[in-house]
């Protein structure tokens, strides 16, 4: 039999464990609702979307460019009837966000058939840092807000496909470890994360894309009208700027 001394200490333990656990669940729901330190202040107003169209304007320019063809390039029956040069592009995240926010929607519904920008997710934002992307966004819930993004590593395999596997997952600012959340746990997100978010079939594919079982992209490629393509080869985040580096090509 436990003596009373023993069992004294035992309870004060007891205690004191459920003290720590309950003050450590009110400082991580507090973190939950931060807003990340990153996050910049995203506008709606004529200038903003005018830097947006601007940016969308300056990217197509760029792909469909005529390029010098690739020095090194000869035709053989299993390569494109013609490449060029190496050519690439610098983002800055300023500038990534504006069009995220002021004309993303409406090329995504154009896209997509009978897509609809849920009211849910007024704000997605990027950060480009060294070898790094962060991938947030705000969901509205309840009244209140919440903030989610994923730190992205990009990464080419073999074949040519892109990998955007998540490192990270934070809520707010409280870090959580990428394959607890995406993993096994997943279902914690749904005490977060609106239904009508959830239900979303694109939802599903990014979650599938950060966590790591599927590619972004199995090809990442973009067609142009004259029926050339514009292969993405490298992305190289840094300093709050992206740089992309692709080739044209011509089936």
């Known amino acids: 039999m436990l003596s009373r001394r023993l069992r004294l200490w035992i309870i004060s333990v007891g205690l004191c464990l459920v003290v720590l656990a309950s003050l450590g669940s009110v400082v991580a729901w507090a973190l939950a609702s931060l807003t990340p330190q990153w996050w910049r202040t995203v506008h709606h107003d004529e200038d903003a979307r005018q830097i947006a169209r601007t940016v969308e304007n300056a990217v197509v ?4 460019l005529v390029r010098p063809t690739d020095p090194a390039y000869k035709p053989s029956p299993d390569d494109p009837a013609w490449t060029s040069a190496r050519w690439g592009v ?9 069009w995220l926010n002021n004309r993303f929607p409406q090329w995504l519904a ?9 009211e849910e997710l007024p704000e997605v934002q990027v950060d480009f840092d060294d070898g790094q992307i962060r991938l947030g966004v705000r969901v509205e819930a309840n ?14 395999d073999a074949d040519g496909s892109l990998w955007m596997r998540a490192r990270w997952v934070h809520l707010g600012r409280l870090p959580v470890p990428a394959s607890w959340v995406l993993g096994s746990a997943r279902n914690h997100v749904d005490r977060y994360i609106p239904t009508e978010i959830l239900g979303l079939p694109e939802t ?10 599927n590619p972004a992209a199995e090809s990442p490629a973009v067609r142009i009208p004259d029926g050339r393509r514009v292969l993405l080869l490298s992305i190289d985040p840094y300093r709050g700027r992206l740089r992309l580096t692709c080739r044209t090509e011509l089936d």
């Open 90 to 98: 610098v983002l800055d995240a300023g500038d990534a966000n504006a």
């Open 204 to 213: 599903h594919l990014l979650i599938d894309a950060i966590s790591g079982m």
């Open 110 to 118: 154009n896209q997509s058939d009978g897509f609809g920008w849920p």
């Open 143 to 156: 009244g209140k807000s919440r903030f989610f993004w994923a730190t992205l590593v990009p990464d080419f």
């Open 61 to 64: 320019t760029e792909m469909n």
